[in-house]
């Protein structure tokens, strides 16, 4: 099955990638969202990929990092 990836704001991905099922597609977009999260340049902006397939979303991947001095 295809599934597709996009980020709020990019255009829509229309190329896709095969999975065996939803589930291995939610997987890799988490791990591609962490890499996606660590080459930004401000490592605190919330990142958050969208997953669909032919049919339509079916979830997402968010990647947020809190930073927070001690007192």
């Known amino acids: 099955m295809r599934f597709y990836f996009t980020q709020p704001g990019d255009l829509?991905?229309?190329?896709?990638?095969?999975?065996?099922d939803q589930e291995s597609a939610l997987q890799e977009a988490a791990r591609t969202a962490l890499l996606l999260a660590r080459d930004q340049k401000n490592i605190t902006e919330e990142l958050t990929l969208t997953v669909s397939s032919d049919e339509?979303?079916?979830?997402?991947?968010?990647?947020?990092?809190?930073?927070?001095l001690a007192t």
């Open 56 to 68: 339509g979303p079916i979830g997402c991947a968010t990647v947020r990092v809190s930073v927070r």
């Open 12 to 20: 829509p991905d229309d190329e896709g990638v095969e999975f065996a």
